[in-house]
T-cell receptor, first 112, second 114 residues
């Protein structure tokens, strides 16, 4: 079974601080996705990374896919209260292409 | 265009009962996936349907079943409910299916089993 472990599990920071969330696995993934989920809503896709070493930027969010395609990171610069939510990484699971495995999640709280 | 809708949004059932949840995908999307989200286990894949066929299934007991209709709407059914089935059930739709296509999630149905 492919597992995606995220760290930290919880993060509470002040507005304006920087943070990094990690998504690690012992398995190779063909691609990884990052989602953000706000209370009472379903996850919303932020980005998909497909190439080892790839870096993608989405405003203040920077996503990196590890060279070996076993890990990924999400860095947020100057966090804002609107960044509060549950961050999830996800990738295609073994045993079926349409089967998606999600990470354990990182709950971020940005305090104004 | 309208997003993914799920009904009902909240549901309370007792142990042993069965429940049916409904998901209406975005127009034109033929793939619907179902997920269970709990604080302890996180977000787990239940199954995925495409053009009325189940293409993949997660590691859940046979009490969890689903189907998809010709208009791509999907239902999932849980029979003989257990306390541990209390969770947020999410469905997601895409044109051709994950992971190559973006999945759009609905707001979920929160099920409480007493």
């Amino acid at each position: 079974t492919q597992l995606l472990e995220q760290s930290p599990q919880f993060l509470s920071i002040q507005e304006g601080e920087n943070l990094t969330v990690y998504c690690n696995s012992s398995s190779v993934f063909s691609s990884l996705q990052w989602y953000r989920q706000e209370p009472g809503e379903g996850p919303v896709l932020l980005v998909t990374v497909v190439t080892g070493g790839e870096v993608k930027k989405l405003k203040r969010l920077t996503f990196q896919f590890g060279d070996a395609r076993k890990d990924s990171s999400l860095h947020i610069t100057a966090a804002q209260p609107g960044d509060t939510g549950l961050y999830l990484c996800a990738g295609p699971a073994s045993g079926g292409y349409q089967k998606v495995t999600f990470g354990t999640g990182t709950k971020l709280q940005v305090i104004p | 265009k309208a997003g993914v809708t799920q009904t009902p949004r909240y549901l309370i059932k007792t142990r042993g009962q069965q429940v049916t949840l409904s998901c209406s995908p975005i127009s034109g999307h033929r793939s619907v996936s179902w997920y269970q989200q709990t604080p302890g286990q996180g977000l787990q894949f239940l199954f995925e349907y495409f053009s009325e066929t189940q293409r993949n299934k997660g590691n859940f007991p046979g009490r969890f079943s689903g189907r998809q209709f010709s208009n791509s709407r999907s239902e999932m059914n849980v029979s003989t409910l257990e306390l541990g089935d209390s969770a947020l059930y999410l469905c997601a739709s895409s044109r051709e299916g994950p992971p190559q296509e973006t999945q759009y999630f609905g707001p979920g149905t929160r099920l409480l089993v007493l």
